[in-house]
């Protein structure tokens, strides 16, 4: 079943500003990924955030967690073109594995 | 390039018609992961096999039928597919199954069902 839910489902930004999209989640979670998925393509991992950390960088990448909230949230920052394409949370359980996923945020960078 | 490679990247198929969707990884992961994505809805996980045995299978109609052969190769045999089950299906690995297993996905197969 669906566990992270992605807001917005869409953002448009100009090339350079700042994007912000966030993940809500239902259940306790060990950790939470991010995911970006170009136009028709596979996904591929940006960033993980475990249960016991508040904020997480990685590159242009500020990733943080509100356990207490169940949320989280991702910043790109400096946005550029190639930054188009849709991203996803993901979140694991306690006593789980697998990866509940949600319907993700389209982000266009406009040029 | 993901290190899991897909074939074929695009199949449209009749519904009485039987194919194959096949998935390699290059990574030496132990587990492989089908999943279905529709549009503007979560990825929905199908099956998961780990050390080639099938550990999940997430209430997936028996027209979809996996098969893995050894840690490297997954396939998802179709058979008698509905419309409905257009979509692009994702093939992923991870080192195995444990939690905070990051996934490594192929770039799917586009499918189409007529």
């Known amino acids: 079943s669906q566990q992270g839910e992605e807001d917005p489902q869409a953002l448009s930004i100009q090339e350079g500003e700042n994007a912000t999209m966030n993940c809500s989640y239902k259940t306790s979670i060990n950790n939470l990924q991010w995911y970006r998925q170009n136009s028709g393509r596979g996904l591929v991992h940006l960033i993980l955030?475990?249960?016991?950390?508040r904020e997480k960088h990685s590159g242009r990448l500020r990733v943080t967690l509100d356990t207490s909230k169940k949320s989280s949230s991702l910043l790109i920052t400096a946005s550029r073109a190639a930054d188009t394409a849709s991203y996803f949370c993901a979140t694991d359980g306690s006593n789980d594995y697998k990866l509940s996923f949600g319907a993700g945020t389209t982000v266009t960078v406009r040029a | 390039e993901t290190g899991v490679t897909q074939t074929p990247r695009h199949l449209v198929m009749g519904m009485t018609n039987k194919k194959s969707l096949k998935c390699e990884q290059h990574?030496?992961?132990?587990?492989m992961y089908w999943y279905k994505q529709s549009a503007k809805k979560p990825l929905e996980l199908m099956f998961v096999y780990n050390f080639k045995e099938q550990t999940e299978n997430n209430s997936v109609p028996s027209r979809f039928s996996p098969e893995c052969p050894n840690s490297s190769h997954l396939f998802l045999h179709l058979h008698t597919l509905q419309p409905e089950d257009s979509a692009l299906y994702l093939c992923?690995?991870?080192?195995?199954?444990?939690?905070?297993?990051?996934?490594?996905f192929g770039a799917g197969t586009r499918l189409s069902v007529l």
């Open positions: 990574l030496g992961h132990n587990a």
């Open positions: 955030i475990r249960s016991n950390e």
């Open positions: 992923a690995s991870s080192q195995d199954l444990l939690a905070a297993n990051i996934q490594y």
